[in-house]
């Protein structure tokens, strides 16, 4: 089905694709022509549309009607223009489709999948009209069919559908029929395999919903994350999908989700950090009552460190204004809380350390329109000439209950 001859120059932005054998030629020369498209759209529309937008979806597509363009990326890019319309090969109905595939009836051989595209109106059945799109791409294809030069059918039949009244190709009509519907099917097996083709932006696309739902992400029902865009929450997805997760899973999300703004800092969990947390009252040594065993049930005070209880996140060394975005008034304190809750089930606790240099934010000034808060951005002073040191400020993290993958650090 596949041309033979090598893939040309991209006709749209002049550069050569790359080779056929790293296996991005497909990614990049769609992606190359979707993002050429998407500006050439915005202009049409920003023009005022109508017939101009119908002579802008035909001058595109005769942009991709050349012999060595592959059926695929063509089929791809048509349903990009005509996003609105019922896919082909899907549950129909038929009539709302806005692309219709014949099968070329020449005897002579074709060098590509495609010989023809054509925008053509929307023509109605016994005098009623159809509910969709007013045009229709008609592609003429090469293979897979009833006619033309790999017919399977006797000579003279092909023959005769060959010459046949241009007008009124009754008989080729008829066999379109079929090869709409096959050529559909093909399209829709292949396209299963054809990520670049089937993500959208947007995230709404089948493909990024099951991705996402392997990472325990139900946006079926409900919405992606708020803070997080969708092409975050898919490069999280292969941690998210893992069952055991550790303090290194934590460390690579925060790190990915806050690459741009963290620059040369680094992230790092530090495990079993421990915490002191109140033991109830009916747990209490009572003598002569209850947990009175001595060297068993039988504790003194109220309170007990529990080592496994907390992890404390570390983030350093920071600049100013990253260090001030990351206190709990700042605004990357909410991104924080929401990836540590993805990759965190269990009920732990959980701090921040911000480490910065004391060069970085400063000396103190009375007059200076920000406030000055002791331990955050304002520490008391060393000697004069000494070397600036690393202070670090450990700030809670208050994660909600409940959310989350499965394990945690």
Request: charged share 25%; hydrophobic share 40%; with cysteine.
């Amino acid at each position: 089905m596949a041309s033979s001859q090598r893939p040309s120059a991209d006709p749209l932005n002049g550069e050569e694709p790359p080779d056929e054998e790293s296996g991005e030629l497909a990614t990049l020369s769609l992606a190359s022509r979707l993002e050429k498209l998407t500006s050439r759209a915005m202009q049409v529309r920003a023009q005022g549309g109508g017939d101009q937008t119908v002579r802008f979806r035909l001058d595109t597509a005769l942009e991709f009607s050349t012999g060595d363009v592959r059926f695929t990326s063509l089929v791809a890019l048509l349903e990009r223009l005509t996003s609105s319309a019922v896919r082909v090969g899907g549950d129909g109905p038929p009539a709302e489709e806005a692309i219709r595939f014949r099968h070329d009836p020449s005897l002579v051989f074709a060098a590509g999948d495609v010989s023809q595209v054509r925008l053509v109106p929307q023509v109605s059945e016994w005098g009623v009209e159809r509910s969709g799109p007013k045009h229709v791409f008609e592609v003429v294809t090469t293979f897979l069919g009833l006619t033309g030069a790999s017919s399977p059918l006797p000579g003279y039949i092909v023959e005769e559908i060959a010459q046949e009244d241009p007008d009124r190709p009754l008989k080729r009509q008829f066999l379109d029929l079929f090869h709409h519907r096959l050529v559909s099917l093909l399209y829709r097996a292949l396209s299963r395999y054809m990520l670049e083709a089937e993500t959208t932006r947007a995230g709404d696309d089948v493909w990024t919903r099951r991705v996402l739902a392997l990472a325990g992400l139900d946006t079926y029902e409900r919405g992606p994350s708020v803070r997080l865009s969708v092409s975050q929450l898919l490069r999280l997805a292969p941690l998210l999908s893992t069952r055991a997760r550790t303090a290194q899973t934590l460390e690579r999300a925060l790190a990915d989700v806050l690459r741009e703004e963290l620059g040369e800092a680094r992230v790092s969990v530090r495990q079993f950090a421990g915490s002191w947390v109140e033991v109830e009252s009916e747990q209490r040594m009572m003598l002569g009552k209850i947990n009175s065993h001595l060297g068993r049930t039988s504790m003194l005070g109220g309170k007990l460190f529990d080592r496994a209880g907390k992890f404390i996140i570390g983030i350093s060394p920071l600049d100013g204004p990253t260090y001030h975005r990351l206190l709990p008034e700042g605004d990357l304190m909410p991104l924080v809380r929401e990836v540590v809750s993805l990759v965190v089930r269990d009920p732990l606790e959980c701090a921040l350390e911000l480490g910065v240099r004391e060069d970085v934010l400063g000396a103190f000034q009375i007059k200076n329109k920000n406030p000055a808060r002791l331990g955050r951005n304002t520490y008391l002073g060393g000697r004069h000439g000494a070397v600036p040191r690393l202070r670090t400020r450990i700030v809670p993290l208050p994660l909600p209950t409940g959310s989350g993958a499965s394990a945690s650090p």
